[in-house]
């Protein structure tokens, strides 16, 4: 069955503090893809980055940087840095290829608070 | 520019008073979804449409319909609603190709509560 787990429900940091958001996800499918979200507090969604299962390579843009690992099933988002407009919901998302809904699963989501 | 629109982004109603909330998109995708965002949930998908007049279930299509009648527009239609769908809903559009799953774009969100 599909999953994803963000254990982080509430992470509280200092700005300028690196702070690292945690995805783990279960799926059969040898063909899937990763997303992240963030819904700031004015509530929409805001596509981060996009990762495909057979490229493992990890991302850095700006001062958000992904590490993709397949051995470990994780996705995880690094916010280095962080500032005080970086406070949202960030929600990590599955969706795989033999999926013809093209559903997205959707963890809890971990709001994220950085404080002046 | 290339937007997901909803509207209305904010209802109150009274429950069984039929209401649709709208969808439109201006990127020519062909694929569209709704889903609905609830507290300890997460966001689940409703109903889905890979192209005009192709439609089918999500998750919890229960006391949702919708329609594709023509490409860019996808509506969410509650015949009779009911206090346990009030909801943070979500529109979402993307293209549609044979070796991949595109991402998603999402609507600005619609906050309905019904009484």
């Known amino acids: 069955a599909q999953k994803v787990t963000q254990a982080q429900t509430e992470i509280s940091v200092v700005e300028k503090e690196d702070v690292t958001l945690d995805c783990v996800y279960e799926?059969?499918?040898?063909?899937?893809?990763l997303f992240w979200y963030k819904q700031p507090p004015s509530g929409e969604l805001v596509f981060l980055i996009r990762r495909n299962s057979f490229d493992e390579q990890n991302e850095i843009s700006g001062r958000y940087s992904w590490n993709f690992q397949k051995s470990t099933s994780s996705f995880n988002f690094t916010i280095t840095a962080s500032q005080v407009v970086d406070s949202a919901v960030y929600f990590c998302?599955?969706?795989?290829?033999?999926?013809?809904?093209?559903?997205?699963?959707f963890g809890q989501g971990t709001e994220l608070s950085v404080k002046p | 520019e290339a937007q997901v629109t909803q509207n209305p982004r904010y209802l109150i109603t009274v429950t069984g008073k039929k209401l649709t909330v709208t969808c439109s998109q201006n990127?020519?995708?062909?694929?569209m979804s709704w889903y609905r965002q609830d507290p300890g949930l997460g966001l689940r998908q409703i109903y889905y449409?890979?192209?005009?007049?192709?439609?089918d279930k999500g998750d919890v299509p229960e006391g949702y319909k919708v329609s594709r009648k023509e490409k860019r527009n996808f509506p969410l239609i509650l015949e009779s609603p009911s206090p346990n769908q009030t909801s943070l809903y979500f529109c979402?559009?993307?293209?549609?190709?044979?070796?991949?799953?595109?991402?998603?774009?999402f609507g600005p969100g619609t906050r309905l509560t019904v009484l």
């Open positions: 799926t059969r499918d040898t063909t899937y893809y």
């Open positions: 449409s890979m192209n005009v007049e192709v439609t």
């Open positions: 998302a599955l969706s795989e290829a033999r999926n013809q809904g093209g559903k997205l699963i």
């Open positions: 979402a559009s993307s293209l549609v190709s044979p070796e991949s799953t595109d991402t998603q774009y």
């Open positions: 990127m020519n995708h062909e694929y």
